[in-house]
């Protein structure tokens, strides 16, 4: 047997998760580069926004298939985050979106996104603190009988109102992906509750 590490044939080291640990200094420095390229791309995008509200010279144009794809009218959900004592400890919108299934890009699945509340408490930017749930991995039920304008109550003080396109459901445990995190939510009638 060889003592090459890059040897084929040697078995790999077992890895092993311990929640509640502390990260790597290498896993830190991924997710810290990971959020300095999409703050990069926000900017780009940002620019090329401005560029195409700028006015044009004639004969200059500026291509988007559309500007924002998600704008104030577009119904969303919002999402409670509960305490123990069934009392609301934070609110958020989330944006209900279909796209195609990788793979089988004729069927269509239905998904919304979920802050980590744990994730973000340690420190981990809110991009990547995002939990995805789709229908085709995680059945949920929207009830559209709910569906109307609701007020949201922001952590930092401000209201605003939002069209919703009803109240989403979701029995299964839904669980954050995040290295080290273990929470746990079910979702019933909109309300988030840690299990």
């Not at 802050?115 to 420190?123: E, F, I, K, N």
């Not at 605003?160 to 009638?189: E, K, P, W």
Request: a positive charge.
């Amino acid at each position: 047997m060889s003592d090459d590490k890059n040897d084929v044939g040697s078995p790999l080291a077992p890895v092993g998760i311990v929640k509640g640990g502390t990260t790597s200094s290498r896993y830190d420095a991924e997710m810290q580069k990971s959020e300095q390229e999409a703050q990069r791309r926000r900017i780009v995008q940002d620019a090329m926004y401005a560029k195409a509200d700028a006015p044009r010279q004639l004969g200059e144009s500026v291509r988007f298939g559309s500007r924002r794809l998600i704008n104030e009218t577009t119904p969303r959900l919002v999402l409670s985050y509960m305490n123990k004592d069934n009392t609301v400890r934070q609110q958020a919108v989330s944006e209900l979106a279909t796209s195609s299934i990788p793979g089988r890009p004729e069927e269509i699945e239905t998904n919304f996104t979920l802050v980590c509340p744990r994730c973000v408490a340690r420190g981990v930017p809110q991009g990547q603190a995002q939990m995805h749930i789709r229908d085709s991995h995680r059945k949920f039920f929207l009830d559209e009988r709910k569906r109307g304008v609701v007020t949201v109550e922001y952590a930092w003080g401000t209201r605003q109102a939002v069209l919703i396109a009803g109240t989403v459901t979701c029995q299964d445990i839904i669980r954050c992906s995040n290295h080290n995190c273990d929470f746990a939510c079910r979702i019933d009638d909109s309300r988030i509750y840690e299990v």
